[in-house]
């Protein structure tokens, strides 16, 4: 399960001290964690968080049939433009890789939400070809993606349901 590190650094500082100001503590934490790009960030993961809550979907990458739900272009569009605006502000190597990472968590939602908006559309092969290319790019490069994904998102919750489709498709035949 990927957790954002500001949970854990928010809810470390609340052992030591219960009465710590929650809001305080996450502006502190992309302060530290994002410096100089530490407020595009804080607008990234706020959209992120309400989008969520909006849709009542905790995890929306880890469920292919949820992701369609929470994301669309146009939002995937607008956080991209939010954390390469980040990008642009890191000052440090160290700041860079982290923003990049998200711009790297975006691609491959982009790139999973086109397989599903063509599987939506009825077009299982070419949604099948989207999303098996997109599993095997991430696991052919896993050192890439460690902290964003996990192996076990790549075989069991794109996996299994690509599995599903191919056999969909290899009953129906040419």
């Known amino acids: 399960m990927n957790v954002p ?32 790009a530490a407020g595009p960030m804080f607008q990234y993961y706020r959209v992120m968080e309400d989008r969520m809550a909006a849709t009542k979907i905790a995890v929306p990458g880890a469920a292919w049939e949820k992701a369609a739900v929470v994301y669309s272009s146009a939002f995937l569009a607008e956080m991209h433009a939010v954390v390469t605006s980040a990008l642009a502000q890191a000052k440090t190597e160290t700041t860079r890789r982290r923003v990049s990472r998200h711009i790297q968590h975006l691609d491959y939602s982009r790139r999973l939400l086109a397989g599903l908006e063509s599987l939506a559309r009825g077009d ?28 076990t998102d790549m075989e069991k ?18």
């Not at 500001?6 to 502190?28: G, M, R």
């Not at 299982?124 to 996990?150: H, P, R």
């Not at 349901?161 to 498709?169: G, M, S």
């Open 157 to 174: 919750f794109i996996g299994t349901p690509l599995n599903k489709l191919r056999a969909q498709l290899d009953r129906k035949g040419p």
């Open 5 to 36: 590190l500001s949970s854990y650094y928010i809810a470390a500082k609340l052992l030591w001290d219960p009465a710590d100001d929650v809001d305080q503590l996450v502006d502190e934490y992309h302060r530290l964690y994002f410096a100089e």
């Open 124 to 151: 299982k092969g070419t949604a099948c070809e989207q999303i098996a290319t997109l599993q095997k790019d991430v696991l052919t490069n896993m050192s890439q993606w460690e902290g964003i994904l996990a192996r």
